[in-house]
């Protein structure tokens, strides 16, 4: 299981495909195509995963879960860096090879184990998997990423924010919030 040092996911436009590509912390890329279809299936489990940490499962409501994920979005967020340019430079060898694989099937798994993080596998058409350790700022940061190139891609997919994001938007503007 490789842990991830740095990902970004892109639009890639003649293959109308999101391009994820993920740098581990050993010097691996690995350069995946998902579909709008994949995208479509993978959102509502990356959103259970948020919700099944055990701060937000254990809140009886509804609302009182969504303003913990809000919270553990914020926080996670926060200490993500955006703005940093993938760093081509850390790449020692590329796991598929010089082209992006397309990506059919995926499966997260959360791990109880306070300490250790979540696991994200993603199987390759050709039968190749890549499973990785997903803790909860790089849950967020990769539902953030793909969201946006998703958004970009023009898919018109129903990919709501996790509670509170702010860069979330409805008709290309920016959604209100309603503090309490």
């Known amino acids: ?35 709008r279809r994949f995208v479509r299936l993978l959102w509502p489990n990356l959103l259970k995963l948020a919700e099944s940490t055990p701060e937000a499962a254990a809140q009886q409501s509804d609302a009182a879960r969504k303003g913990i994920v809000r919270f553990q979005h914020e926080k996670a967020l926060a200490s993500s860096k955006f703005t940093d340019k993938y760093d081509k430079d850390k ?64 898919w018109d997919l129903d990919l709501g924010a996790l509670a509170g994001d702010t860069t979330a938007t409805k008709d290309g503007q920016p959604v209100s919030r309603v503090l309490n």
């Not at 436009?13 to 350069?31: C, H, V």
């Open 1 to 35: 299981m490789s842990t991830i040092h740095q990902m970004r996911v892109e639009f890639d436009a003649p293959e109308d495909r999101l391009l994820m590509s993920i740098i581990s912390k050993d010097g691996k890329e690995f350069r995946m195509l998902l579909t």
């Open 91 to 154: 790449v020692v060898s590329q796991y598929f090879g010089d082209a992006p694989v397309l990506i059919t099937e995926g499966r997260i798994k959360r791990i109880d184990n306070p300490k250790g993080p979540n696991q994200i596998a993603f199987m390759a058409k050709d039968g190749r998997p890549v499973t990785m350790a997903l803790d909860d700022v790089l849950l967020h940061s990769m539902a953030r990423l793909i969201r946006n190139a998703a958004r970009k891609a023009g």
